[in-house]
């Protein structure tokens, strides 16, 4: 199995939620299903904007487990922003195939545990 290139342009300093927010984001290429499932609440929300909207563990790790057929070639990661309850993290990640991808996914975490309760994902194709 080819493993993804990955780049991280963001600094996350001593932000623990912003550390997290980094291994959550690599942990899609990486295929690390088991830490995904791990901080995420039991009745999760995923709503990828303009595709569709998962709800749960078990929905989201069907959908973990379609991705895994993408193969992804170059995964960057450029911004992470966190604030409260809140977070967000941008960039890009090219395919295998070559077709490249921006996206920004806004979080919001359960109480103030690493654990996320709300996704959204805006992804467009660049080239």
């Known amino acids: ?7 991280i342009k963001t600094d996350c300093g001593n932000s623990p939620k912003r550390e997290f927010l980094k291994k959550f984001n690599i942990a899609f290429p990486d295929g690390d299903t088991d830490f995904i499932i791990q901080h995420i609440s039991e009745n999760i929300r995923w ?3 303009g595709h569709k909207t998962l709800t749960g563990k078990d929905e989201i790790l069907k959908e973990l487990d379609e991705g895994k057929k993408l193969a992804m070639a170059e995964f960057e990661l450029s911004t992470i922003i966190t604030h409260g309850k ?4 941008s960039g890009q990640f090219t395919l295998e195939n070559g ?3 921006a996206f920004c996914d806004v979080y919001k975490f359960k109480g103030t545990k690493s654990i996320i309760e ?3 994902s805006f992804v467009i194709e660049t080239k």
């Not at 199995?1 to 990955?6: D, L, R, S, Y």
């Not at 809140?86 to 993290?89: C, F, I, N, T």
């Open 118 to 120: 709300e996704m959204q």
């Open 99 to 101: 077709k490249t991808f």
């Open 1 to 7: 199995m080819k493993m993804t290139k990955i780049k």
């Open 47 to 49: 709503e990828m904007v």
């Open 86 to 89: 809140e977070g967000s993290a």
